[in-house]
């Protein structure tokens, strides 16, 4: 559970960053940035804000911006009711992520799971996108990311998104947020 004012500040600190990026929203796209801090009260090591601007029975198209220090934790998006997972291309506007996928293991990764979650987080194949450069997750696949330091804004382009049913590895995660 995170406070008012720490949605407040983060919805801030992330219309400045989509705004040094270039990146413009509407007002009511600003005032609906949702700051997830997955239920963990950890907004500062685990979380993100999101702008969505499309998300129907056919696709989705959001910013998913990184503050300073946030991760998004491992997770993956299932198939339900007959129907393929959530597949996803993230393109990188501003700064840099760190996503981290299956594969072989990245000898020196740039990421840090949040301290004390690190069991967490056990796909380690790195990939470095820079803005400009994508990457498109299969459905169903293992995946979680982090921005370089000075955070970072990727474009999400997805099939139809249904967060809720997202899987994430750590069991203490609750994908809607609460703020008191």
């Known amino acids: 559970m995170i406070t008012r004012v ?6 801030k600190r992330a219309t400045a960053m989509l705004k040094l990026a270039g990146i413009v929203i509407t007002p009511s796209e600003r005032r609906h940035i949702e700051v997830a801090d997955l239920g963990l009260g950890e907004l500062s090591s685990t979380g993100l804000e999101i702008v ?11 910013e998913l911006i990184l503050l300073p220090g946030q991760t998004c934790p491992q997770h993956r998006h299932p198939g339900a009711r007959g129907k393929p997972g959530k597949q996803e291309t993230f393109r990188c506007r501003w700064g840099v992520v760190y996503l981290y996928i299956p594969g072989k293991r990245t000898a020196r990764p740039h990421g840090r799971p949040p301290k004390g979650r690190e069991k967490y987080y056990t796909v380690w194949k790195e990939v470095v996108l820079k803005p400009g450069e994508q990457f498109t997750i299969p459905p169903d696949t293992m995946h979680w990311f982090q921005p370089g330091p000075r955070g970072a804004i990727v474009s ?24 008191k």
């Open 6 to 11: 720490q949605s407040d500040q983060a919805r």
């Open 52 to 62: 969505v601007y499309e998300n129907n029975s056919r696709y989705c198209a959001k």
């Open 156 to 179: 999400e382009f997805s099939s139809s998104s249904s967060d809720g049913t997202d899987i994430f590895q750590d069991p203490g995660i609750r994908r809607t947020s609460k703020v």
